[in-house]
């Protein structure tokens, strides 16, 4: 599967952000679905995640309350919806999907499929 996320951009703190993560190639839903983040020298780590249909989700403490994930397989998209944004939530940000049917995977090992990423700058 052929993954393109958009929607990065530069936002000031306490602002909102939505990415969106475009599947193309394999059937969509086959898939769970991940958002990782990598800021300049840290490792890329997951910050959400959903299973195949959207009815269940799995986050990072550090976005728990403030960010959003979900998907529209008629859409074959993701969505990474960002909310009272801080400085600490700058990096870029990846969709990838899963092999497993897990969803709560948490290691970058277990996705298959990678976006290109896209870069989110919240400015304090």
């Known amino acids: 599967v052929q993954l393109q996320a958009s929607g990065g951009g530069l936002v000031q703190a306490g602002g909102s952000l939505r990415l969106s993560c475009a599947a193309s190639g394999r059937t969509f839903s086959n898939y769970a679905m991940g958002w990782f983040r990598q800021a300049p020298g840290k490792e890329r780590d997951v910050i959400a995640s959903?299973?195949?249909?959207?009815?269940?989700?799995n986050y990072a403490d550090s976005v728990k309350g403030r960010f959003t994930i979900s998907r529209d397989n008629a859409k074959n998209t993701v969505y990474l919806q960002m909310n009272n944004l801080k400085s600490e939530d700058t990096a870029v940000y990846y969709c990838a999907a899963s092999q497993y049917v897990d969803y709560r995977r948490t290691s970058r090992y277990d996705y298959a499929y990678w976006g290109q990423g896209t870069e989110v700058t919240v400015s304090s």
């Open positions: 959903i299973n195949w249909c959207g009815a269940n989700t």
